[in-house]
């Protein structure tokens, strides 16, 4: 099984509300990533996971907040939203550790719009 | 500039067209991937590459280190092939972090 899901594929969500995205893996993997890609842009990396530590936080603001509950499973909850986060968010898997070979496996990715 | 630069940003094809995607990039490597991301969003990958040349089905990749560059090479195109092309490369200095090309739209007319 080589396959990252992710839910919702959709979400629509208001300033005040709270949500949260969801992204599974069963390959395995212990680094665990979410990116955040706007229109006609690349992937920018958020946040790694690392055997379920925070690794790696690329200065996000704090209406993001990232948990993984376990090796399989890693969260993105969001709240109080801005309209310019509208954008695809990717999770993605890999062996963990900085080996320059390890490839990502990237989900479908969840489109948000914050309204 | 961009750490690496892919090129060309935008392609249009006739089926069955030999396709030619370059990525050119300017700092230390020890991988390059390739990725490609349908409309929709979903990201495969396509192939990592340190040296060498790799192929799969249709699929042709290479990399040249010395030159810090690498080449996909589509052959006997097709419509399913539209898609953006990325190459995305890890610093040879170890770390989680891809840097991206800004990706070559490609379309295939049939």
């Known amino acids: 099984d080589t396959e990252v899901t992710q839910t919702p594929k959709h979400l629509v969500m208001g300033m005040t509300n709270k949500k949260s995205l969801k992204c599974e893996q069963h390959?395995?993997?212990?680094?665990m990533y979410w990116y955040k890609q706007k229109a006609k842009k690349p992937p920018e990396l958020m946040f790694v996971y690392s055997y379920e530590k925070l690794s790696i936080n690329e200065s996000v603001p704090s209406r993001f907040s990232p948990e993984c509950p376990n090796s399989s499973l890693l969260n993105l909850h969001l709240h109080a939203l801005q309209p310019e986060d509208s954008a695809l968010y990717l999770c993605?898997?890999?062996?963990?550790?900085?080996?320059?070979?390890?490839?990502?496996?990237f989900g479908p990715g969840t489109r948000l719009t914050v309204t | 500039k961009n750490e690496v630069e892919q090129s060309p940003q935008n392609l249009t094809a006739q089926e069955g067209e030999f396709i030619t995607i370059n990525c050119s990039y300017s700092?230390?490597?020890?991988?390059l991937h390739w990725l490609q991301q349908h409309p929709g969003g979903g990201i495969v990958s396509l192939f990592m590459?340190?040296?060498g040349k790799k192929k799969h089905g249709r699929l042709i990749a290479t990399i040249n280190i010395q030159e810090k560059h690498s080449s996909l090479h589509i052959t006997a195109s097709h419509p399913r092939d539209s898609a953006v092309y990325i190459c995305?490369?890890?610093?040879?200095?170890?770390?989680?972090?891809?840097?991206f090309g800004t990706g070559t739209r490609l379309k295939v007319l049939a």
């Open positions: 993605a898997s890999s062996q963990p550790g900085r080996e320059l070979t390890y490839e990502q496996y």
């Open positions: 390959m395995g993997h212990r680094a």
């Open positions: 700092v230390g490597i020890s991988a």
């Open positions: 995305a490369v890890k610093r040879a200095s170890g770390t989680y972090k891809y840097i």
């Open positions: 590459l340190s040296s």
